[in-house]
């Protein structure tokens, strides 16, 4: 369980970690408000070669990266009230195999959404420590 408390710490094991993705690959980014799930997929984004500033979703619930092989998508479920919006969003044509998601507060809408082939657990143990849990499916 990688200790993500700094933003040196938290850049690091995202820089990590994108290494291991695939062209597929959807992550559910669990964890509450503060937890560092926007700040971890800025890291991660800029190592899989983004430029573009990468920000939450939040309100415009998807944000999609081109890049030169594949597109990293950025969702955000937080502002969603039904499972039908996620249809509306048109969920279904984004989510492939030319793309690598992430989804942030996906354990609001997990049976309706893509499954996941990985789980990341932010958790906020104080104001100032925050650890990342890793599972893959």
Do not use: C
């Not at 499972?83 to 354990?107: F, K, P, Q």
Request: negative net charge.
């Amino acid at each position: 369980m990688p200790d993500i408390s700094t933003l040196v710490q938290t850049d690091a094991v995202a820089r990590e970690f994108a290494h291991t993705l695939k062209h597929g690959d959807v992550i559910y980014l669990i964890g509450e408000m503060g937890a560092g799930k926007t700040t971890f997929t800025q890291s991660l984004a800029r190592e899989l070669g983004v430029t573009d500033y990468v920000n939450s979703p939040t309100f415009t619930l998807i944000n999609e990266y081109p890049l030169e092989s594949f597109t990293l998508i950025h969702m955000d479920l937080y502002r969603i009230h039904v499972a039908g919006e996620l249809i509306e969003m048109g969920l279904e044509s984004v989510v492939n195999d030319r793309s690598i998601t992430l989804i942030e507060w996906a354990d609001l809408f997990a049976e309706v959404i893509p499954p996941s082939t990985i789980t990341l657990k932010f958790d906020l143990k104080g104001h100032d420590e925050r650890t990342l849990t890793i599972i893959r499916h």
